[in-house]
């Protein structure tokens, strides 16, 4: 709850539909994510995620590890937009433009664009997404993702 | 190890012009003279001591105390496997650095080419590294992510 809180109150990572392509698998592993994130379930978020996960994201401390990884990513992403007046986060996924399966590992890139306001002003962050998947009796899991983006600016 | 970097010559780093904290660029600096000199040792103890590396080989994710010299292997056995040979990754100006207190985050714009089958491949990268600053105060790389396309052929 406390982390649904987190989330809502952020709106850090609300990820629209995306039309991915490639292994079936490993998209609906993606999408299932973000859509679970866009409705605000962690719970749900998280069974698709493995056991440990590796972070890696523009905010500090920028490295996350281990089986709270996910909760302690959002929970210093709360922290840092509510110190930097953000609000109204939105980040949209577009298609892969990458995506290599070798057996029951896979690697994913995947364009993302976050946006919000800070201060009244309107922002934009073109980034891409790394995803890293392991197949395990339970089918893919996201083992970890890093965000990789440039400076954010003003939307003029 | 030093064999795999040799055969693979998978991160030869130029000289670049750093901008932004002057010791976390050192530290970006010297992993790739290290790896231009296929220093391992060298490069290795520019890693925290459980680093998290992700790239484009598989598995793509090594993590913990062996996650560098397991990196280095499976590259070399990816490298050799795909006939891949003479690769160089040249390192750009960060187009990002964000340092708040003891982490940084760094997104370093890259090129890889390498030979495969007599062609010349390039990939236009970016590496993403995050760093945490140790009790002696150096800059050590907790972990970094290769985020490439397919390489294409140079024409």
């Known amino acids: ?19 991915l392509a490639g292994d079936t698998g490993v998209d609906a592993v993606i999408r299932q994510f973000a859509d679970a994130l866009h409705a605000g379930d962690l719970k749900m978020a998280k ?110 | 190890m030093k064999v795999a970097i040799a055969l693979s010559m998978f991160l030869i780093s130029a000289s670049a012009a750093f901008a932004n904290d002057a010791a976390v660029d050192a530290t970006i600096k010297a992993f790739g003279d290290a790896f231009n000199k296929g220093d391992m040792k060298a490069a290795k103890a520019l890693h925290t001591a459980s680093p998290v590396i992700v790239d484009e080989v598989p598995p793509h994710l090594w993590t913990g105390a062996k996650a560098f010299d397991s990196w280095g292997a499976d590259l070399g056995k990816s490298e050799a496997a795909e006939g891949r040979s003479g690769g160089k990754v040249t390192m750009g100006t960060p187009s990002r650095e964000v340092i708040s207190g003891n982490h940084a985050y760094v997104v370093v714009p890259t090129t890889y080419t390498f030979q495969q089958k007599g062609q010349t491949m390039r990939e236009a990268a970016q590496m993403t590294l995050a760093l945490d600053k140790d009790a002696s105060g150096a800059w050590k790389i907790a972990s970094w992510t290769w985020t490439g396309p397919e390489a294409k052929p140079v024409k």
């Open chain 1, 47 to 156: 069974t698709f995620l493995a056991k440990r996960v590796a972070i890696v994201d523009d905010t500090a401390p920028y490295y996350w590890g281990g089986t709270n990884a996910m909760e302690n990513w959002l929970a210093d992403r709360d922290k840092e937009t509510t110190a930097d007046g953000v609000s109204d986060g939105d980040a949209e996924l577009g298609e892969p433009t990458r995506e290599k399966v070798s057996g029951n590992h896979a690697y994913v890139i995947v364009p993302a664009t976050y946006t919000y306001k800070q201060k009244g002003m309107a922002m934009r962050q073109p980034a891409q997404l790394t995803y890293f998947l392991n197949k395990g009796a339970a089918g893919w899991k996201i083992a970890g993702w890093t965000w990789t983006g440039p400076e954010p600016a003003a939307v003029h």
């Open chain 1, 1 to 19: 709850m406390k982390s649904l809180m987190l989330l809502t109150g952020t709106l850090l990572l609300a990820f629209a539909p995306i039309a």
